[in-house]
């Protein structure tokens, strides 16, 4: 994966689909970084040099999910577990969740702050970083936080397919499917960005549709 800076979380359990059964990759917007805001680093998106930085998905993020510990951003990770389970989750079956899965946040470079505008040209320069990451990781299924920006946003082009309405509650949910370069397709569904009005019994129904 040489255009990926941050890698992927994947689960220990995530090749077999673990308690799910099927193979689910998570793509979150970005990370947020306080070296990038304060404009002390100066390697941020040079794959060569992304050093210990590479493993910010891994250290940053999950581990502290599954080291039960809380902070400003895991309640938005913790939202979205429950509508994988559509209940309230302890850590034993957090961490099950989260070896089960895999999850990668799209942007290459991180954002200085929540809910920074992002250019289309920023989304486009991690496109080819996305595609390495489902063309290993081969996902089956692909829930992507963000139904504006992401949805539209994301690569289209010759990989991608538009999938038929999909109406839950009335709503019509944003889908379609990744060809991967075995040939295989991954579906693909939009769901609201867990840090921002999130209803997990909501988005569980949605999710359900594909597991």
Known sequence: MKNVFFKPWIGKDYQSGGIFGKKILIVGKAHICKECKEERCTVCGDVDKAGECAN???????????????????GSFRKFEHSLVNHDTDLKESREIWNSIAF??????????????????EFKKSEDAFF??????????????????????MPGGERWQAGDELIVDGYNVKNGYYRLANGKKARVLWVYDPSIGYSYDKWYKVIKTEL
Do not use: H
């Not at 250290?59 to 080291?67: H, R």
């Not at 990668?104 to 040209?121: G, V």
């Not at 390495?132 to 946003?153: A, F, K, R």
């Open 56 to 74: 910010f998905t891994t250290n940053d993020c999950i581990k502290v999910i599954l080291d039960g510990k809380r902070n400003n951003w895991t």
């Open 132 to 153: 390495e990451v489902i063309d290993e990781l081969q996902p089956q299924l692909i829930i992507v936080w963000g139904v504006t920006d992401m949805y539209y946003n």
């Open 104 to 121: 990668y946040n799209y942007l290459q470079k991180p954002m200085i702050a929540p809910r920074t505008k992002i250019s289309y040209e």
